[in-house]
């Protein structure tokens, strides 16, 4: 069996079993608190250079983001989550390509989530989380990928040629 393939099944075991994997997590925390406790005590500085290699990524990102974007994306969702249609005031920026996986603060890449449907992403491709959602509508995807068409459209090359948009199925 190829590298490929091999990751190519972990994966499909993991978004097969997610649940049960993050039972399995959860328990082990429980389970574990004091050997996590003093694992991140030892390794602290291990931990702040990976904070640190994260704000290096960070830095590297394009970012084109204003508050009149961030208003006009509000205004296009209508001021819901663009995953499960919530209204809310408290809508967050969420990134359709995470920044972990050089998700850009553009425009094209910004949307509004609820904060549990933020959260529940975490760094995850939006594409492959989203379907598996309960409340997942093939109308509010549509809308999503049209959002980064659109804005595809407008903002030009400089950052087409980051490979951030997705494509419509």
């Not at 499909?12 to 993050?22: A, G, L, S, V």
């Not at 960070?58 to 009149?68: E, H, P």
């Not at 997942?136 to 959002?147: A, G, L, P, Q």
Request: with cysteine; aromatic share 10%; glycine share 4%.
């Amino acid at each position: 069996m190829s590298k490929e393939e091999i990751k190519e099944r972990q994966k499909k075991y993991q978004q097969d079993h997610q649940e049960e994997i993050k039972e399995r997590q959860k328990k082990y925390q429980q389970d574990h608190q004091e050997e996590i406790k003093k694992y991140r005590q030892d390794h602290q500085e291990e931990r702040n250079l990976n904070g640190h290699k994260y704000r290096q990524k960070v830095r590297s990102l394009v970012y084109d983001y204003t508050k009149t974007d961030w208003e006009e994306t509000l205004e296009a969702f209508d001021n819901r989550c663009a995953y499960c249609g919530k209204k809310s005031k408290n809508l967050t920026k969420e990134h359709i390509v995470p920044v972990t996986k050089s998700g850009h603060f553009i425009k094209g890449n910004i949307i509004p989530a609820c904060k549990s449907c933020n959260s529940s992403k975490g760094n995850r491709r939006m594409r492959f989380w989203y379907q598996k959602q309960e409340f997942f509508t093939i109308e509010r995807y549509k809308k999503i990928v049209e959002w980064q068409e659109d804005e595809k459209q407008v903002m030009g090359q400089k950052h087409v040629q980051a490979g951030l948009f997705l494509k419509v199925v």
